[in-house]
């Protein structure tokens, strides 16, 4: 069994990154539906399935599908999902780029015909090599390197984290045409009405977004990029393909946009993403116990009470928010209490009338400690 992982594994690594090699389909397909196959060979051919049905071509495709189609209800729920997904997705039209480029951009490297994976190789590590030998401003090729290092392909991130060590560690972050570029590889330019359908830029891949994401948390000038920070931190939370762990840097980002925005752009951006916190929250369920959903709670709490220091106007006719945070506190597991009763105790700034005072009087007449 062993013997077997080592193999797999190698074909994973020879395979994984070159789509033009092409894995025996139809041979995947009967080992798989084979009635003496135990579980985990189901389970490792469902996988080179789903790969393999990714390269072949179009009429394979086409003959295949009412195949793995074929009794589906009888096949575990996991692999229903996936033979649905693979069998379903509509054929690529075409016109396509890879994420953090334009058509226009992806074309100036490719030609006009898709290159092999070998030979885009070769050519992202000559790219890197006459860059670096330019010795240019390490402002001008942090994005650069930055992008190499969240590469798809292995020799590319070790070249792309090499040259960020080695010749851009010294990159101001407070630099204003440093942190555009850097937004626009984040956010893309695919909404923009005024850009040229050729020369979008589409969103960065989920492994650039979150080295970005650290990089913005360490950028006062990122604080203050309005409106690329508001979507910034909307595409963290609700963009296509967002993750937890991408809900939580951009919760993350938003507590140092709280305290270090400059007060102008606070106002036209503080309201709007308020919203989205609430909305953020109201999704979780209180039962939610692993890490990445409790520091994203935290971050999210924390933000709310950074703000009503900063913008206690914005809540001034908000009670909700109080009875909000005191439900919380009843709630929420015990590692947030803390976090939540500052942010509460951010509120009294806000909440110097009548009404809120009358709440406040019973909390502290409430039986429970730690709400009094």
């Known amino acids: 069994m062993v ?35 135990t579980p985990m060979v ?28 074929s009794n589906i209800c009888k096949l575990p729920h996991q692999h229903q999902e996936i033979i649905l997904r693979i069998a379903t997705k509509q054929p690529s ?43 240019l401003d390490p402002e001008v090729v942090y994005p650069i390197y930055l992008a190499a290092s969240a590469d798809c392909q292995e020799p590319v991130i070790k070249k792309g984290e090499e040259l960020l060590k080695k010749k851009a560690s010294t990159a101001n972050f407070d630099d204003p045409k440093l942190m555009k570029k850097l937004f626009l590889l984040f956010n893309g330019t695919t909404g923009a009405e005024n850009v040229a359908p050729e020369s979008r830029v589409t969103p960065g891949s989920i492994a650039l977004k979150a080295k970005l994401m650290s990089i913005f948390c360490r950028s006062i000038t990122a604080a203050n990029s309005f409106p690329a920070t508001l979507q910034c931190i909307f595409g963290c939370i609700y963009g296509s393909g967002t993750t937890s762990r991408m809900r939580q840097l951009g919760m993350e980002f938003t507590v140092w946009v709280f305290k270090h925005a400059q ?31 409790r520091d994203t709670k935290t971050f999210s ?31 929420e597991a015990q590692s947030l209490r803390f976090i939540i009763q500052e942010a509460t105790s951010s509120l009294a700034v806000a909440y110097k009338h009548c009404p809120s005072r009358f709440i406040c009087m019973l909390a502290a007449a409430d039986s429970r400690l730690d709400i009094r």
């Open 3 to 37: 013997e077997v992982l080592e193999i797999l594994s190698h074909v994973n690594k020879r395979v994984k990154h070159q789509s033009e090699i092409g894995l025996p389909l139809l041979e995947l397909w009967k080992l798989y539906t084979d009635s003496n196959a």
């Open 42 to 69: 189901k389970n490792f051919c469902i996988v080179y399935i789903e790969m393999a049905f990714e390269r072949t071509d179009i009429k394979e495709k086409e003959n295949m599908a009412p195949m793995l189609l």
């Open 93 to 135: 039209q075409g016109g396509g780029c890879p994420p953090g480029l334009s058509i226009a951009q992806s074309d100036r490297v490719t030609g006009k015909h898709p290159l092999k994976s070998d030979v885009l190789l070769m050519r992202k590590l000559g790219i890197l090599n006459v860059i670096e030998a330019m010795e």
């Open 263 to 293: 007060i102008n752009q606070l106002k036209l951006m503080g309201p709007v993403i308020l919203n989205g916190i609430l909305k953020l929250l109201d999704s979780f369920s209180n039962s939610e116990s692993d890490v990445i959903a």
């Open 301 to 331: 709490f924390q933000a709310i009470g950074l703000l009503a220091q900063r913008l206690p106007n914005l809540f001034r006719d908000k009670i909700d928010m109080a009875v909000r945070l005191f439900d919380a506190l009843k709630v």
